[in-house]
């Protein structure tokens, strides 16, 4: 299986902050990587896909990059609404994985 | 817009079979646009690909999962379905159903879950 190392798992940060959580792929999987909002007893979602491109509706602060192994979601003037749980996403091979998550606080 | 919902019981016995249903509404499952996922999440942790359908019938599983599982289409009520059996308690989770477009797509449109507990 692909392992997908993410961090940090915890961040705090200010309204206002740019903030990075980063995701490392166990073998390389070119820009197969997607990022994933989930809020609090809601499904998780969609906010990056194809490692850079934004999802339709969602704000431009919220930016991907990277490919091969080394991924990053970047959150551009941390907003209160972005305090969230964080994901990303392989689907290069199977079986899809995820990374453990990165919890997201805005104070 | 593709909508979806999961239904089934919410608690489900050690060793018997888990069951869940997710309704699809929006587009037809038969159409091919979408490939069709379970996923799971256990309380406070994170997210599991359980395994996926396309309309042709062609399946994809966890192979951590596979033994146990089965993931049909329905198409004539739209919906498709998860069969996990010899659940044990590390089963319990909240199930979402999702969709994705194909290879290298992401898990676009997401059920809201439904928790699944497993307990005599």
């Known amino acids: 299986d692909i392992q997908m190392t993410q961090s940090p798992f915890h961040l705090s940060a200010s309204v206002g902050d740019r903030v990075t959580i980063t995701c490392r792929a166990s073998?390389?999987?070119?820009?197969?990587v997607h990022w994933y909002q989930q809020k609090p007893g809601e499904a998780p979602k969609l906010l990056i896909y194809?490692?850079?491109n934004l999802q339709s509706g969602v704000p431009s602060r919220f930016s991907g990059s990277g490919s091969g192994t080394d991924f990053s979601l970047t959150i551009s003037n941390l907003q209160r609404e972005d305090s969230a749980s964080y994901y990303c996403q392989q689907n290069f091979d199977v079986p899809w994985t995820f990374g453990q998550g990165t919890k997201v606080e805005a104070k | 817009q593709v909508q979806l919902q999961e239904s089934g019981p919410g608690l489900a016995k050690p060793s018997q079979t888990l069951s869940l249903t997710c309704t699809v509404s929006?587009?037809?499952?038969?159409?091919?646009?979408?490939?069709y996922n379970w996923i799971r999440q256990p309380a406070g942790k994170g997210l599991e690909w359980i395994g996926r359908i396309y309309f042709s019938g062609m399946t994809y599983y966890n192979p951590s999962l596979k033994s146990r599982l089965t993931i049909s289409l329905h198409t004539s009520t739209n919906q498709f379905s998860l069969k996990l059996s010899s659940v044990t308690a590390a089963d319990t989770a909240v199930y979402y159903c999702a969709t994705d477009r194909g290879s290298g797509f992401p898990l676009d449109f997401w059920g809201q879950g439904t928790l699944v507990t497993v307990s005599s």
């Open positions: 194809g490692a850079s």
């Open positions: 073998q390389t999987i070119s820009n197969y």
């Open positions: 929006g587009g037809s499952i038969t159409s091919g646009n979408y490939y």
